[in-house]
């Protein structure tokens, strides 16, 4: 047997100024490609052989130019038409909250199936691995024969869930099972801050579809978060209930709509992720606290949501304290595309002056800034063969506590390994400033006190005060919703 594999990762957020070309992707191909997805292994010894495609891994940011994903799109269905004979099922990863400018429904993942399909017809096994992060729809859904995304946020477990659906689509490959999946729209939009899952109702919600996946009936069952980034139809929550077999799409049917009661039973549950404050305050609470090291999220710059990362705000409250308590401070750190290829050129060492900011608005007004090139590295180890993009360099600023590691990529440091290759050791810091929402576990289990600061920007956290004409309504939080549920759902 053989079986083609793709990957697209894009989340796009369209309050952002960049968009993401070619240049904003990784692109690997061939073995590379089969290596990077972490399910080799799993196929090739059940004697499935790889067809690879494309992986295209792309970090959050705005939309995605048409000719990026055209040649995206356009890779994966060479690479089907030419093997279309062979291949015996189609094992994708597609993350869900991708806007394409230019394309008709906007969504490249959403364009993806449909294409594939056009060329497969309706009953070729595709196995789809999504982030929860992801917007689907009935189309979607009808396009696939099993879908699962990750249960957690922060996502601990990728590679978990890769390996889980690649052993579910071999056994469903071995077996010749026809498969048609469930779906249901949950009527809320909720953004990541609020939907952790180390907190309710997230806990209660994932334990509930581990105990339905116990179930011999069901095959997998998922809840999708979504993403409110950006405007469109297929915004919301949703849950997806694979049946093992035809046989038991009825009762797939009947779960499907339990889950959906003990979610919206629930959306008043959502709530802001960890300490939470006003940004003078959270600064304020920072530089105060007597632990270290300190973590700062500026959420509303937040690049792991697809923000440029361009926002100086955090650097010029730092600039403006009169008193920093004998702490050092780290932002990490600020996208400047203007400054960044003169900084290319400057080696450790190096004096520095220039006026930092992109000077698009007031988030990323322009300071003046004198200080030395204490370290050079890359942002992560995907960038070590991409130095021109991935380059951190980090500036002491003269005459205060402050460093600022200045980056020519959107790329939000979420792991301690960055700081390696950005060579810089954080923990020669009180304070470090990072373009996050939720902070990362890497940082949590270091740190005795994080806070998130709602600073404004392209991923503003007071979600309730964004403005969408194009989704289902009611959706709450933005209207409010009259519905009776049975007790037992809720309490299943």
Do not use: W
Not at 27 to 53: H, L, V
Not at 134 to 148: M, P
Not at 213 to 236: C, P, Q, T, V
Not at 396 to 401: C, E, F, V
């Amino acid at each position: 047997m053989k079986v083609l594999v793709g990957h697209f990762n894009s989340e796009s957020n369209e309050h952002a100024y960049q968009k993401m070309g070619f240049e904003n992707f990784i692109f690997k191909y061939g073995e590379d490609s089969i290596d990077a997805m972490g399910i080799r292994d799993i196929f090739e010894n059940n004697n499935i052989e790889i067809i690879p495609s494309i992986y295209a891994n792309g970090h959050p940011g705005g939309l995605v130019t048409k000719d990026a994903f055209d040649f995206i799109l356009t890779r994966i269905l060479h690479t089907l038409k030419k093997n279309l004979s062979e291949i015996d099922g189609i094992f994708l990863y597609l993350h869900g909250a991708s806007k394409v400018e230019d394309l008709e429904g906007d969504s490249g993942e959403h364009k993806i199936l449909e294409e594939i399909r056009k060329i497969t017809g309706p009953y070729l096994p595709i196995a789809v691995v999504m982030d929860p992060h992801g917007n689907l729809s009935e189309q979607f859904i009808a396009n696939t024969t099993i879908v699962r995304c990750y249960r957690h946020s922060p996502h601990t477990d990728i590679l978990e869930t890769h390996r889980k659906v690649a052993k579910l689509f071999v056994d469903l490959l071995k077996n010749k099972r026809y498969l048609t999946p469930v779906y249901r729209k949950v009527p809320i939009i909720i953004g990541g801050e609020k939907s952790v899952s180390t907190d309710e109702p997230m806990v209660s919600i994932n334990k509930y579809l581990d105990e339905v996946e116990k179930d011999e009936r069901i095959l997998s069952a998922s809840f999708h978060i979504g993403y409110l980034r950006h405007d469109g139809d297929k915004l919301g929550c949703s849950v997806v209930v694979v049946p093992c077999d035809e046989k038991h799409k009825e009762y797939a049917n009947e779960t499907a709509d339990k889950i959906y009661d003990f979610v919206l039973a629930r959306r008043y549950q959502f709530h802001y992720h960890g300490i939470v404050d006003e940004p003078d305050k959270a600064l304020e609470r920072a530089i105060n606290y007597q632990g270290r090291p300190v973590f700062l999220t500026d959420s509303g710059d937040n690049c792991g949501a697809g923000a440029d990362g361009y926002s100086n705000y955090v650097l010029r409250q730092c600039l403006d304290l009169k008193d920093y308590n004998n702490k050092t401070i780290l932002i990490a750190g600020i996208v400047d595309q203007q400054i960044y290829p003169v900084l290319l050129k400057k080696d450790v060492g190096k004096k520095v002056e220039l006026d930092l900011g992109m000077g698009l608005d007031k988030q990323s007004t322009k300071v003046h800034i004198k200080g030395t090139v204490i370290s050079r590295g890359v942002v992560g180890k995907d960038y070590i063969k991409r130095p021109d993009i991935g380059s951190a360099i980090t500036i002491k600023l003269d005459n205060y506590p402050i460093s600022v590691i200045v980056l020519g990529e959107s790329v939000s440091y979420t792991e301690l390994e960055q700081f390696k290759y950005s060579n810089v050791d954080i923990l020669q810091y009180d304070v470090i400033v990072v373009k996050q929402g939720y902070i990362s576990p890497d940082f949590q289990a270091i740190s005795p006190f994080c806070i998130m600061s709602l600073t404004d920007g392209p991923t503003n956290q007071r979600t309730e005060k964004l403005v969408f004409k194009r989704i289902k309504r009611p959706m709450f939080p933005y209207d409010n919703i009259d519905y009776r549920i049975e007790e037992s759902n809720v309490n299943s």
